[in-house]
């Protein structure tokens, strides 16, 4: 079946750094643009990272310029989030998701709409806290 699973998530003290991974099975990641996503207690889904196909086009979400780097790696078929610097309102549940939509994929672009994207994993959660 297909899936996206994410792990990573923890508690963490203001300052830290935590890595979420986001791995798929039964599809072959590498065919698709990655974002990941979180929803806060309260708040709305938020668009937080996003990354092309082939790694080569990223986009960060204003509050997570400088202190989150998304990466890839196709040949394990995993996309992953390094959040360093964390603040108490990156507390959050993070979700990654495929972008299905053709168009971004042969332009080699990335988007955050959620609109986008088909596939979604269950969620991991981020505890900021000290």
């Known amino acids: 079946q297909l899936q996206l699973v994410e792990s990573g998530g923890g508690l963490v003290q203001p300052g830290g750094s935590l890595r979420l991974s986001c791995a798929a099975s039964g599809f072959t990641l590498g065919y698709y643009g990655v974002a990941w996503f979180r929803q806060a207690p309260g708040k709305e889904r938020e668009g937080v990272s996003c990354?092309?196909?082939?790694?080569?086009?990223?986009n960060y979400a204003d509050s997570v310029k400088g202190r989150f780097t998304i990466s890839r790696d196709n040949t394990n078929n995993t996309v992953y989030l390094q959040m360093n610097s964390l603040k108490t309102d990156d507390t959050a549940i993070y979700y990654c998701?495929?972008?299905?939509?053709?168009?971004?994929?042969?332009?080699?672009?990335?988007?955050?709409?959620?609109?986008?994207?088909?596939?979604w994993g269950q969620g991991t959660q981020v505890t900021v806290s000290s």
């Open positions: 990354i092309s196909s082939d790694g080569g086009s990223t």
């Open positions: 998701a495929a972008d299905t939509l053709w168009i971004t994929t042969v332009q080699g672009l990335c988007v955050m709409s959620a609109s986008a994207f088909g596939y």
